[in-house]
């Protein structure tokens, strides 16, 4: 287990940038990205779980949970990134090929803007039944006091808040939906995880990928040294 968590920090290190970069242009959760990435690896080392932990779903890949600490390294590892790269011409030229290129692919009959927007009208539905049995269930009272009224409201807020496709699931008032509405939203899902499956599998975009770490290496090589040493200060 210590070697295939091992591979499994060097692989996601090593791919940092691409899986950062898909990240940022389809919005899927950073978990189900991480969780996609390392269960689909060639690598036998790497795979954390039997295939028989995931399978079709409706014709879509369904992706059990990895080690959590995956993720948190992943998030650390992104976020080195993106303090290095976000703001440079070759970061956002490569971001606007990704969503330009490979996310109007029509890998299954459907391009990746139809998937989020289907997704994403699935997961209003559910949230405004919930938002709204919510407030019928607790209304605002007269007889209410301040710390009532604001352990209520933060509850009621919770259920707006905008997340990374996928991550939905992990909140409990998702459980508080009908089971059509929750399946409706988990199917989406996984129609947007087995696209951004098509996408990571993009030969070309690994190339494209190295041409952006050479661009980011020279402009490095030609950035004034006072701006470079601002940049490492800032690193601390």
Known sequence: MIKKKSNAYKLIGKNIAKLTLIQRATGISPTNLVNIFLKTHQDSDIKISSSSEYG????????????QSFYKYFRAESRKYLDKARGTSSYEAILEHI??????????????????????????????????????VYPLTLDMSPKERAVRNQKLGK???????GDIVNYSYFQQAPSFMMQNVKTAISRVEFYVLNVLQEKDLDHDLEKLASNLRLQT???PKEVQNKQKVNKI
């Open 99 to 136: 969503q330009n290129r490979y996310l109007t692919r029509d890998y299954f009959g459907i391009e990746y803007e139809e998937l989020e927007l289907t997704y994403r009208s699935q997961e209003l539905f559910l949230k405004q039944f919930v938002r709204e049995a919510f407030i019928a």
């Open 56 to 67: 079709y779903v409706e014709d879509f890949w369904e992706f059990g949970k990895t080690s």
């Open 221 to 223: 090589k030609m950035m």
């Open 159 to 165: 259920i707006s808040v905008n997340h990374w496709i």
